[in-house]
């Protein structure tokens, strides 16, 4: 962030309507969904962090 | 509110060294992550969940938090603002997302650094977290690269509400 904004590649143009959303923020967005899906689903088929946090007695295992 | 040029590169400084601390962390935690599962050593597994919640403790979230703000001091001290250009707001999405998930985590560190204060033997219920923590620590790690390479390449894009800013700034000061 140290460069000035006009000076790089996000320089914006002189068209009148506003530019389209760019395919990096697109595969961005679509990757993101898909990351958090995945985590969703596994806290909620019982593979994340609720399904193994037992009774501090439970999880422990004799000596 | 833009900062003068001394504030600006101190808020930079201070920003670029507690992301890149933080990446670097990330990267020690997930170390031991590793150690911690794969270990057969039980004194190894041990040490490593221990080392876990105090690096998280007071390393990684800290850190996470100092790069939080500064982001955002330097984003809206500025003429690049917060909301302009898709990069930023990736950039901020992205640490938002992994600072939440680094807070949600802290008790499921805590509970394993518990465990190992008690034991050197660790059940078998606990081994998908334990899992868990290597797959999120790497997750975090992608997460902090690609923020890494958006504020180095800073990639062409501006948002409809950069844009209208931009308009209404040069509509209102023609050359």
């Known amino acids: 962030m140290s460069d000035q904004p006009g000076h790089v590649a996000s320089r914006p143009d002189d068209r009148e309507a506003p530019p389209k959303m760019p395919r990096w923020v697109k595969t961005f967005v679509v990757v993101a969904l898909v990351v958090v899906l995945v985590i969703v689903v596994l806290h909620l088929t019982g593979r994340g962090f609720r399904g193994h946090l037992p009774a501090r007695e439970g999880a422990v295992e004799q000596q | 509110m833009t900062m003068s040029s001394r504030a600006r590169k101190l808020a930079l400084t201070v920003h670029v060294a507690a992301s890149v601390g933080w990446l670097g962390a990330v990267a020690g935690f997930l170390a031991l992550a590793i150690a911690g599962l794969a270990s057969a050593e039980p004194f190894t597994v041990r040490g490593a969940y221990l080392a876990m919640d105090v690096t998280a403790r007071f ?94 390449y800073k990639p062409r894009g501006m948002t409809p509400y950069g844009w209208r800013k931009q308009h209404e700034r040069r509509t209102a000061t023609p050359s």
């Open chain 2, 59 to 152: 390393v990684i979230v800290p850190l996470a938090f100092v790069a939080l703000v500064t982001g955002l001091v330097q984003s809206l001290g500025t003429k690049w603002g917060l909301f302009r250009h898709y990069w930023i707001l990736v950039k901020l999405l992205i640490s938002l997302i992994a600072t939440s998930v680094l807070l949600l985590h802290m008790q499921p560190i805590a509970y394993l650094a518990g465990v190992a204060r008690e034991t050197t033997v660790f059940g078998a219920d606990l081994d998908g977290l334990r899992a868990q923590l290597v797959a999120n620590a790497g997750l975090a790690i992608v997460g902090l690269l690609v923020n890494t390479a958006l504020a180095i």
